[in-house]
């Protein structure tokens, strides 16, 4: 998602929308403040329920697929790129706080905090890493940002479909 909103800063300063400032910093806030909301709300819902998770999880992977599949044909207009972004952003709400809690429940209370350590590393290491490849996507052309970011998605909606079966309650 970070990765996303590093290239939309860039096209906010672009022309057609020449956008910078705190305006932009206001723009840019309106996909996070979807994505926060949505991920506060979906920690307190989720519980231990680890069918739901998998539905949250599947339900955010399927909005972020089709919104940013879209973003290619429709990042000429601010207002409809924002409000695909912003949908984007609460499918990856619904996606994050289920995912900590499986990737937690799954491991036995010993080794918890070395299997959170991991996986936090692993997080960290995408926000480090997607500027320079989103960057470099962004040389390419715009459209190769969004079929890429879209097809991950549609990968691993894939992979969680048919890969993860929760067992009622997670530990």
């Known amino acids: 998602m970070f990765g996303v909103l590093f290239y939309l ?11 910078d400032g705190v305006k932009k910093g206001l723009v840019l806030a309106i996909p996070l403040l979807g994505m926060v909301i949505t991920s506060y709300t979906t920690g307190a819902l989720i519980k231990k329920n680890g069918t739901l998770m998998r539905w949250l ?33 609460i499918g990856t ?16 209370k010993e080794q918890r905090g070395m299997i959170t350590s991991i996986y936090s590393s692993l997080r960290f290491i995408g926000v480090a890493f997607g500027p320079p490849i989103f960057g470099w996507l962004m040389k390419i052309s715009h459209q190769t940002v969004f079929i890429t970011v879209s097809t991950l998605s549609l990968i691993t909606l894939g992979l969680v479909f048919f890969l993860i079966k929760p ?3 997670i530990s």
């Open 9 to 19: 800063s860039d096209i906010l300063e672009e022309p057609p929308h020449n956008i």
């Open 57 to 89: 999880i599947n339900i955010g992977l399927a909005l972020m697929t089709v919104s940013l599949a879209l973003t290619i044909f429709f990042n000429t207009n601010l207002y409809i790129f924002i409000g695909l972004l912003t949908i984007s952003a």
């Open 93 to 108: 709400g619904l996606l994050l706080p289920c995912l900590n809690t499986m990737i937690t429940g799954s491991v036995e």
């Open 167 to 169: 067992k009622g309650q």
